[in-house]
């Protein structure tokens, strides 16, 4: 049974650093990606950044956290990291981990519990 536990989040000021984690079980493959997304009540989901696991370890970020997130993943590849720096109030959100159901495609079909980071002025 594929499960994803997140932990980390939580309150910082603005300029602060969060680090979150993920850690994913009954994996009998490694997903062609895994991501973070994140959600405020009232908008859309955002996608926050995607590592490309099965297709050379390439990241991508979204434009609002670029060069302040760091997606990464450890050796073992059974836990992904998002390390959050320089937050400002508008990273405040739901930010969940998501793994792909394949191999050769990003298809994201697992999802963490969701984490709350609350980042204050």
């Known amino acids: 049974q594929v499960q994803l536990v997140q932990s980390g989040g939580g309150s910082v000021q603005a300029g602060g650093s969060l680090r979150l984690s993920c850690v994913a079980s009954?994996?009998?493959?490694?997903?062609?990606?895994m991501g973070w997304f994140r959600q405020v009540p009232g908008k859309e989901r955002e996608e926050v950044a995607t590592?490309?696991?099965?297709?050379?370890?390439?990241?991508v970020y979204g434009d609002s956290v670029k060069g302040r997130f760091t997606i990464s993943q450890d050796n073992a590849l059974n836990t992904l990291y998002l390390q959050m720096n320089s937050l400002k109030p508008e990273d405040t959100a739901m930010y969940y981990c998501a793994f792909s159901k394949y191999i050769k495609a990003c298809q994201y079909t697992y999802w963490g519990q969701g984490t709350q980071v609350t980042v204050s002025s």
């Open positions: 590592i490309y696991t099965g297709g050379g370890g390439r990241s």
């Open positions: 009954g994996f009998a493959y490694v997903p062609y990606c």
